[in-house]
Every structure is written in C-alpha cells, then in structure tokens.
C-alpha cells in the first residue's frame, strides 16, 4: 500500500471517530435533565437581573381572618390588616414554645362553642403539613407527642385564655393546646381590630332567620370599578413567544417542533411529546412534561413548594409578561399522584387592591404540578392591567354597593337554576321554599374582580367587581352595584 | 282569698297587655332579629325585618328610659332578667335612637336590614308599622331588646372542655389503635 492512500484511509478513521463522537455528545447534553424546573433561562432574562420570588412565607396567608366581637357581630380581616396575623403569629410561636405544652383533641361542638365568645379564627383553603409548617416558620412546639397531621386552621377564644385550638381539615378533627404562656395579647388584637374602622359581617340565620352560621356582610362602601386587562401573550407576538419558549425547552429550542394550529393555538413539542407548549389564543399558556422512566424522589411539602415557585419564577415570572405587578398568594394545594408517582399541585391566586380575582370557568392564573424535584404541568393566564390603572384604584371614591342580602333576594330563583344545572336540586313548592332551601347552602359570601370570557354575547375585556356567593365548589359572580348575574357559574375551585 | 283575687288581676293585667302588644301585628311582616326580649352584650346590633309581600314599612328603634324625679334615666338592666320585670315597668319614656325610616319592598320577598351602632346598656324596643299609601298605620309590632355591657356576658361554662364521656366501643377502639396504629 502507498503511503499517500494510507494517509488517506487515517484520515478517513479519524472523521469517522469523529463523526461518532459528535453524535454521542448530542446525545447526552439532550438527555432528560433533574434540573428542568430551575434552569436560568437563556436571554429572556438580563444576565443582571435578579429574578423576583415571593418567600413561600408570603404566599401562604390564611384565605380567611374571621373575628367574632360577640353577640353575633363579627368581621374578615382584610389582607391590607394582615399585620394582625403576623402579631398572632408570634404570640403563638411563644405559646408553643413552652415546656408544658398539653395537646388534647376536642370536638367540633366544642370547638364551636369556643369561638362562638368573642374569638379569632384563621382558615386556609388547604391543609398544611403541621410539623413541617411548624418547621418552615421556625417555631419549636415543645411536646412529648404531636398528634396532629394537618394544619387547616387555628383559633384563639376569649373563653379559654390558655388555649389554642387547632383544625386538622383533612382529618375533621380539633385539638385544643394549652401552656402557661399568657396569651392576653390576642385579645389586645380583637379589641384592636373593633376599635378600627371594620366591615361588619354577621350569620346569615341572623338575617334570614335561617338555619346557617355563613358570614354576611351588610352592604360595604368600596373603591372598586370595572377594569379593562389585555393578554399577556398573543399569537402574533413571535419574539415575545420563542423567548418564553426557549424558558422551557433551553438548549434544546433549535431541536423543538412548532405546531400552528388553525385555531390560533401555538404548540411547541420536544421529542415525541416529552415536553409540550401549548400558547392558546386566549392568552392561557400550559407547559407538560412525561416524567418518563428517569429516577424518582419524593419531596416533601415545602421542597415542592419552592420547586413551583422557582419554577414561575423562570418560566414566565411572577408579574405579567409586560410587568404588571400583582399580588400572588396560594390559593389551593393538594396531594396527587401521577404514574404512581407522589407529588403536589399549587394554584396560585392574585390579589387586585385587596381583592381576590376569580377566572370564570373554573380557570386559574398559575397552578403547578410538582411530582418528585419534577414539574409536570404548569398553566398560565396571567392577566396584563396597566399598572397606572392598578395604582389609581387607591384614589377611586367609595361606592355604595349592593346588599348581598338583596342580591340573594332578587337571585334566588337564578341560583337555583344554576345548583340544579350541576345536580343540587332545591326542594320546594313556593318561592319562600326555593329562597330559604337555597339560602340554607350558601357556604361563603366575598368580594373579588371576576374575568369573565363574555357578557350577553360580547367579549368584554374587563374585570367587574363583584359579589362572589359559594355553594360547595359552585361559584356564582353577581355585579357588585346592580346584583346582575355576572356569568355562568363554574365548578371547581374559583379564582386564580 | 285577697291575695288569689290580687294574683288573678295581675295575670289578667299582664295577659290582655301582652295580647294588646300582639293584636295588630303584620303575619307579613317579622323581626328576625332582635328576638322578643333578647339579650346582647354588644354595642351594636343588627336589626331584620322581612317582608312576605310588596308594601311599606317604618322602622323606629328607641330606647326605653324612665321618668325619676323628672328626669329620664336609662334602665338598669344587669339586675333585670324577666320578662315580667320589664312588663311592669312604669313612667316609661321612649327615646329614638333612630326614628321612622320608611323601607318600600316592591318584591313577595325582601328584607329590611340595619346595623344599629353605639348603644348602651339599657332596655330598647324597635317597632315596625306597616303603612298604606296614604301614611296610615295598618299594623305595628313591638320587639324589646335588653343589652348588658360586654363585661356581663357569661363566661364558659366549665363543663365546655370536660373529656366527652367516651362508649365502650370508643374505648376499644382507642386501645387497638394504640397498639396497631391507624
């Protein structure tokens, strides 16, 4: 053999080799990565910026702050008083800490005679770990044995001043929590929080002479008003879509497939549906991921919830992608299972000048689930408001608004109509009947914005404040000021 | 025989006062709340009314003071729980708190609503007259209100955090889950 040609067949080898290489390098710098959820996207983010993250402290805030001032009057905190649950908060981290610490369960007869004195009860909307709540806020409960799984909620009654009693939601149970630790400063909160200026709320078997203790507040003065919001995302909005994509898909963008379909819906798939984005027309983003064979760890409750709030930190953020500013807060959490796999799913809500916004349709701003150090889904409808129109709601003058005890009045009938549509049927012969059957099923009466996708046929555009009335998962939106039905009504948790 | 003669005009006295009380009430108009000589430890209270048909109300709400030496006083009532104490209460003046506010229902159902602030301990009586269009009284209800000062109003009892008396069964089962858990 020449020596010409065998150079020329070295030559050959090496490219092969080379070749090879290549190929086995793509290899496993695509494989699936452990560190999907908190990869730092590229250029969607300045490298200068710091990404701003809610602590997990923040987001989880009772839903509900109820005080009982005794003989019927009572009051819901608003979130701008939180500062009373910070306050309760620490004098209870006090009173755990003690030595002598006692936990005994109660019943719930007895947990509503407690609170039926003038008291103090905040509810989540979830259960929390109680141990690993306990940890995650610093506080030391010095007990032999702490029989108590889950923390749903927690109260504070003036008729037994040495005591806290705790509410296990998942398990229906009460426990009653006593140490020598002086807890005279809770009543300083409730005597605080009367002599401030205060929504009254009283049981509706106050009202209606009925037979349900749901708190209804008498007609309020409010500043909020119909407010016009935009997507966050459109369609046509291409740089805007391959920079949040690439948030998702990382190094791999170059190698992902674009779907246009002929309804708007953008659809970005990874592999053979590995990874999936999915940008709607209506500005509702959803992301999907298999968990795939790759090695499972479970997470505790907390690991989850920072994995999720890593996770919307990165990919989308936590304002709008336009930069409207508002305030998160978890609003749901439960366990699931997928594939036999354990994990969480969040959803978070955001808060419009104290006040809760709720998506029509049983819909959701941002929810996330969480299996193992895994994410495998996450949606997204943030909505985008002008940030000068967010901070002039503080300046709107007080409006009068409808007295809930009218619109359950005028929208009865309306109501039952909707809570037979979804197999509530609402016995009765005469409208007296069908009023107070229904009255008798409301579980919860609040104040939020609703986004509704249309009225009376026509794509709004806007949020309008409203009087939200729940019956189980059942939300019903009536117009603040005219008691108009607002949409139809939805199952399945309400706000975003 | 005097004093069973005396006794018999007092239950009559207390009878025929009650039914004047009760004779021209509206069976279309009810006070929700306050019940019939209630007692709260407020400084507030939440008056309702509802109203089974389209028509006119007003609503007074006044408190009860009586007439020493001249002067109108508010009633002690930390001493009084009886319904007949209250009934035999003389030289009575009615104060308005709130005077005459006309509520018009144009529906078979709606409901008067007001949250009253600011009272003090005394004994107060809301009335609500049904009217016609002209102004003319058809029917009136009388409710009265005793309210105590929040630092009166009874404490826990002590039985309220007493250990439940537990069944046999409860025990039992209590026991294996001691040992084998949930």
Same mark, same amino acid.
Request: glycine share 0%; proline share 14%.
């Given at each position: 053999m020449t020596r010409p040609i065998q150079i020329e067949r070295v030559k050959t080898i090496f490219i092969v080799v080379l070749f090879l290489m290549t190929i086995l390098l793509l290899y496993f710098s695509w494989k699936d990565s452990f560190l999907v959820g908190i990869k730092i996207p590229i250029d969607f983010l300045s490298q200068e910026e710091t990404i701003p993250l809610p602590f997990s402290e923040d987001l989880i805030k009772p839903n509900e702050i109820m005080v009982n001032f005794g003989s019927d009057a009572h009051t819901i905190v608003a979130r701008k008083d939180y500062k009373y649950w910070d306050a309760f908060v620490l004098s209870v981290s006090e009173f755990l800490n003690r030595e002598n610490l006692t936990i005994t369960e109660i019943t719930k007869n007895q947990f509503d005679e407690a609170t039926g004195y003038r008291s103090i009860f905040a509810k989540f909307d979830y259960d929390l770990p109680f141990k690993d709540t306990l940890a995650q806020l610093d506080i030391q409960a010095n007990a032999n044995n702490i029989p108590i799984e889950m923390f749903t909620g927690i109260a504070y009654s003036t008729a037994i001043q040495d005591s806290i009693i705790i509410y296990d939601g998942k398990n229906q149970k009460y426990y009653r929590l006593v140490s020598d630790y002086d807890l005279t400063a809770l009543n300083t909160i409730i005597d605080d929080i009367e002599n401030n200026s205060f929504d009254p709320y009283f049981p509706m078997r106050v009202f209606l002479g009925l037979d349900n203790s749901t708190l209804m507040p008498i007609s309020v003065k409010t500043e909020m008003k119909e407010i016009a919001y935009g997507k966050e995302i459109n369609y046509y909005e291409t740089e805007k879509i391959v920079k949040l994509a690439q948030t998702f898909f990382g190094e791999g963008f170059d190698f992902v497939r674009k779907i246009t379909e002929s309804s708007g819906t953008t659809i970005y798939m990874y592999g053979y549906g590995q990874k999936i984005l999915i940008l709607n027309k209506d500005g509702a983003i959803e992301y999907k991921e298999e968990l795939g064979e790759a090695s499972y760890s479970a997470l505790s409750y907390f690991d989850s919830l920072n994995l999720a709030v890593n996770f919307i930190g990165t990919h989308g953020s936590w304002e709008s992608l336009n930069g409207t500013k508002l305030t998160p807060y978890l609003k749901d959490a439960e366990p699931i299972i997928i594939d036999n796999k354990s994990g969480y799913r969040f959803i978070f809500g955001v808060i419009i000048n104290d006040h809760p916004l709720y998506l029509d349709g049983g819909k959701q701003t941002l929810s996330v689930e969480v299996i193992g150090n895994r994410i495998a889904n996450y949606k997204r409808q943030m909505l985008d408001i002008s940030q000068n129109t967010l901070d002039s709601l503080t300046n709107e003058p007080l409006r009068q608004t409808m007295d809930p005890i009218n619109i359950l009045t005028d929208n009865h009938m309306e109501m039952k109509t909707v809570l037979n549509a979804a197999g509530i049927i609402i016995p009765g012969t005469t409208e007296t009947d069908f009023f107070e059957n229904t009255s008798v099923l409301i579980d919860e009466i609040k104040m939020g914005y609703v986004k509704t996708d249309e009225m009376d046929g026509i794509q709004t555009g806007k949020v309008y404040p409203a009087w939200i009335f729940r019956v189980g998962d059942i939300y019903m939106y009536f117009d603040i000021f005219s008691g108009k039905l607002l949409s139809n009504p939805n199952q399945g948790p309400g706000g975003v | 025989m005097k004093k069973y003669v005396f006794a018999i005009v007092l239950i009559m006295i207390m009878l025929i006062s009650t039914s004047i009380a009760f004779a021209?009430?509206?069976? =279309?108009?009810?006070?929700? =709340?306050?019940?019939?000589?209630g007692t709260i430890y407020s400084d507030s209270l939440l008056v309702s009314v509802k109203i089974l048909e389209p028509k006119t109300i007003k609503v007074a709400f006044y408190e009860e003071k009586q007439i020493k030496n001249g002067v109108a006083v508010a009633i002690n009532v930390n001493n009084i729980n009886e319904q007949l104490d209250l009934a035999e209460l003389k030289d009575l003046t009615s104060e308005p708190v709130y005077d005459k506010e006309t509520f018009v229902s144009t529906n078979k159902l709606s409901f008067y609503t007001k949250r009253v602030e600011g009272i003090t301990p005394g004994l107060y009586r809301l009335r609500v007259d049904t009217v016609d269009s002209g102004g003319k009284i058809l029917f009136t209800s009388n409710t009265h209100l005793i309210v105590k000062d929040k630092s009166l109003e009874p404490a826990a009892e002590e039985s309220l955090f007493k250990a439940p008396q537990l069944t046999t069964m409860q025990i039992l089962q209590n026991f294996f889950k001691n040992i084998f858990g949930n």
């Open positions: - | 021209d009430t509206d069976p =279309n108009v009810i006070v929700v =709340n306050p019940d019939q000589y």
